[in-house]
């Protein structure tokens, strides 16, 4: 009887994140989908190949979304796919869930300002670090 | 509250997603047809993953719960403090403004700065998701990438708490 609840507990829960995500996702592919028919030649022109600034540009546009991490790979996988470098996309997927500008300010309300803002800091340049050395690990592998 | 402003932000999002649809389709209707299409061929890619998701994400609600990580990362818990949180970092899923609560109860409890930024950095290795980490980006990407956010965790842990009030 308790396994019951439990599982229907654990099955309403994620349908609930499932819920609270889908249109985020949704609204962010449509639009993606809509931006890549507009900025396709940009990409090129924005993301030039080279290691900082692909990670930097990434991680800054990371920072300034948030959603569950599915969303951010899924983004991040269409991305590539139109030519975006990888180092760009994992410094996207890495300031997605772990910088959240957006969210600073309930972060600071539950865990303080100084915790929040310390956070956020090191996570940044840490996303632009994990980047680096994510696809310089790969290459070599 | 805040859930239920959450919640009001994304049905704006995808309403103001339709409404620059719609405009589009007004000025340029082909346009509009062709970037839905791909939206669709990608939704159409996609579910079967999320589905997949779906399933793995309640086997975990099921057996990892946050009064369990509560438990596990209090006061007393030490060095395996910081392995658990971690695990659960890695494993409780949710979006910031459900956690948020969640951990400031943890710390006004006694949690540690170290423990929650470890906990929070943690949140990208997320085992539900991994089937579409690996379906876009491979497996070596996947592990690596795994691997360097395990390890990053722990000095933004040691970091975080060096510069906020609480210390380890």
């Known amino acids: 009887m308790n396994k019951e609840i439990n599982l229907k507990k654990a099955i309403f829960k994620s349908v609930d994140t499932m819920k609270g995500s889908l249109p985020i996702m949704f609204s962010i592919l449509l639009l993606i989908n809509l931006f890549n028919l507009f900025g396709k030649d940009y990409y090129s022109k924005i993301f030039s190949g080279n290691l900082i600034s692909d990670s930097f540009i990434g991680a800054i546009a990371g920072s300034f ?42 972060e600071s309300k539950y865990l303080g300002k100084r915790f929040a803002i310390t956070r956020n800091l090191v996570n940044f340049i840490f996303s632009i670090i994990i980047a680096v050395l994510t696809v310089v690990t790969l290459r070599i592998f | 509250m805040e859930q239920r402003a959450k919640i009001k932000f994304s049905t704006k999002l995808f309403l103001g997603t339709i409404l620059i649809y719609l405009i589009v389709a007004v ?3 082909s346009l509009a047809q062709e970037a839905f299409i791909n939206f669709l061929s990608m939704l159409v890619r996609i579910i079967p993953v999320l589905l997949i998701v779906f399933i793995i994400m309640i086997f975990t609600n099921l057996y990892f719960t946050k009064e369990r990580a509560n438990k596990y990362l209090g006061k007393n818990s030490g060095l395996k403090g910081w392995f658990y949180a971690m695990i659960s970092g890695i494993i409780i899923s949710g979006p910031p403004y459900i956690l948020y609560p969640l951990l400031g109860e943890m710390k006004r409890k006694g949690v540690k700065d170290s423990l929650i930024a470890v906990f929070l950095f943690n949140r990208n290795v997320k085992i539900p998701f991994i089937p579409v980490m690996i379906y876009y980006f491979g497996l070596n990407f996947t592990i690596i990438l795994s691997v360097y956010i395990v390890f990053f965790s722990i000095l933004n842990g040691v970091i975080v708490s060096k510069f906020s009030s609480n210390k380890i």
């Open chain 1, 65 to 106: 979304s948030f959603g569950i991490p599915i969303t951010s790979y899924i983004v991040g996988g269409e991305l590539l796919k139109e030519g975006i470098s990888l180092i760009a996309i994992t410094a996207f997927i890495m300031t997605w869930t772990t910088v959240g500008v957006a969210m600073l300010p309930l």
């Open chain 2, 27 to 29: 000025f340029n209707f």
